[in-house]
């Protein structure tokens, strides 16, 4: 089975802080994503990366930034946390191209106070 | 730009009705088309995938079909049972350079199957 595992299931932060939040796969794909989940907005996508270095901002990239250095791992930095980053954040992976099917992690729910 | 809705928002269910998910797309050009489970305070779990050039795909209780050509997609649920109580998601990839990796999301039906 195809595992992405996120490095925390629950995080509380403080405005201003740095923030890192991790994510792993196990199956060697090309892809990874970061989404935030906020109730009425749906998922919507922050950074994605294709490649080891390789990054592309999504639709709301402002106020966060990516590494990808080794192929599995994804990280997602909050340079400067602000309680409008309060949220749900998703990573996925998938292999490609050609796009299959996506994978998701269990989810970091991030409270900035 | 691509624009995916999933209606109705909610649905309420008594166990072992037979049901039927909708989700629509504005850009009828995807490369294919997800669909996800997820359970309150949890990430998504990938139940489905039905590829451009496909009509359905089948999973044990669950058949989702694609009518690419309308934009739309359906999720069948048979014999639900209150296990299947989750909110459940469809996502598409669209066929453009740069961007056929990413999917966009519609918000979601919330399912309650009542025991």
């Known amino acids: 089975d195809v595992k992405v595992t996120q490095s925390s299931r629950y995080l509380v932060k403080r405005t201003g802080e740095k923030v890192f939040l991790e994510c792993v796969q196990d199956?060697?794909?090309?892809?990874m994503f970061w989404y935030r989940q906020d109730p009425g907005l749906g998922l919507r996508l922050i950074y994605f990366?294709?490649?080891?270095?390789?990054?592309e901002k999504g639709d709301i990239p402002e106020g966060y930034s990516v590494s990808r250095e080794k192929k599995e791992r994804f990280s997602l930095i909050l340079e400067s946390a602000s309680t409008n980053q309060t949220s749900m954040y998703l990573c996925?992976?998938?292999?490609?191209?050609?796009?299959?099917?996506?994978?998701f992690g269990q989810g970091t729910r991030l409270t900035v106070v | 730009k691509q624009e995916v809705t999933q209606i109705p928002a909610a649905l309420s269910v008594p166990e072992g009705e037979n049901l039927v998910l909708n989700c629509s797309f504005t850009d009828s050009a995807i490369y294919n088309l997800q669909w996800f489970r997820q359970d309150p305070g949890k990430g998504l779990t990938s139940l489905l995938l039905i590829q451009s050039s496909q009509r359905e795909q089948t999973s044990g209780r669950l058949n989702a079909s694609l009518d690419k050509s309308s934009g739309r997609s359906t999720l069948y649920i048979a014999a639900s049972q209150p296990g299947d109580s989750a909110t459940y998601l469809c996502?598409?990839?669209?066929?453009?350079?740069?961007?056929?990796?990413?999917?966009?999301f519609g918000s979601g039906t919330q399912l309650t199957v009542l025991p």
């Open positions: 996925a992976s998938s292999l490609g191209p050609p796009p299959t099917e996506a994978f």
């Open positions: 996502a598409v990839r669209i066929i453009s350079s740069g961007s056929a990796r990413q999917l966009t």
């Open positions: 199956m060697d794909h090309e892809n």
């Open positions: 990366s294709y490649d080891v270095k390789m990054k």
